[in-house]
């Protein structure tokens, strides 16, 4: 079974503050994403990698970077987080091995509120 | 800007019926087609993807694509109380890495 795991299920941070998520995936992905979820929104892509120290912006990358130093870890940095980036943080792996029926699969998601 | 659109509901279906969710895009080039599952403070999982046009069922579950129409459908027949769920429709492109998402569709099956 594939598994995506994030480090945090819920955060509370203040404004201003730099902010770390960290996803990790145990299935040698070679894709990864970080999304966010807020209501009537669904999910925004904010970055995705698909290899090592590959980065590639998503829909709205402003205010966030990324950092993959390694196959199995994506990391999503709010740089000085803002009361706009509250919200549901998704991060997703696939792999280009499944053909046309690339799958991504999520972890379980960090909600972060920032005060 | 390509697009997934998707009506966001709530669909509401009572027990037993077939729901139908729907799903229409705007990029032609789109290849594969994907419908996710989300229950309510958990995140998407893979229910079926459709690449050809025509139906492919699974279970209790056929989603239908029309490439001439660009658009996805997914039937839920026998729905269940546990159905109830935000189904997310999701397009991939051809030669790129991104796949864009629905807002998701609300469904509700009524006991």
């Known amino acids: 079974d594939v598994k995506v795991t994030q480090s945090s299920r819920y955060l509370v941070k203040r404004t201003g503050e730099k902010v770390f998520l960290e996803c990790v995936q145990d299935m040698d992905h070679e894709n990864m994403f970080w999304y966010r979820q807020d209501p009537g929104l669904g999910l925004r892509l904010i970055y995705f990698s698909y290899d090592v120290k590959m980065k590639e912006k998503g829909d709205i990358p402003e205010g966030y970077s990324v950092s993959r130093e390694k196959k199995e870890r994506f990391s999503l940095i709010l740089e000085s987080a803002s009361t706009n980036q509250t919200s549901m943080y998704l991060c997703?792996?696939?792999?280009?091995?499944?053909?046309?029926?690339?799958?991504?699969?999520f972890g379980p998601g960090t909600r972060l509120l920032v005060l | 800007q390509k697009e997934v659109e998707q009506n966001s509901g709530p669909l509401s279906v009572p027990e037993g019926a077939i729901a139908s969710l729907n799903c229409t895009y705007s990029?032609?080039?789109?290849?594969?087609f994907f419908w996710y599952r989300q229950y309510s403070g958990k995140s998407p999982e893979l229910i079926m993807f459709?690449?050809?046009?025509g139906d492919k069922e699974d279970g209790r579950f056929t989603a239908q694509l029309n490439k001439a129409s660009q658009y996805v459908s997914l039937l839920i027949r026998d729905s269940q109380p546990s159905d109830s769920a935000t189904y997310l429709c999701a397009v991939k492109g051809s030669g790129g890495f991104k796949t864009i998402f629905g807002a998701g569709t609300r469904l509700f099956v009524k006991a």
């Open positions: 990029d032609r080039g789109s290849q594969s």
């Open positions: 997703a792996s696939s792999s280009m091995r499944q053909g046309v029926g690339e799958t991504q699969y």
């Open positions: 459709i690449y050809s046009n």
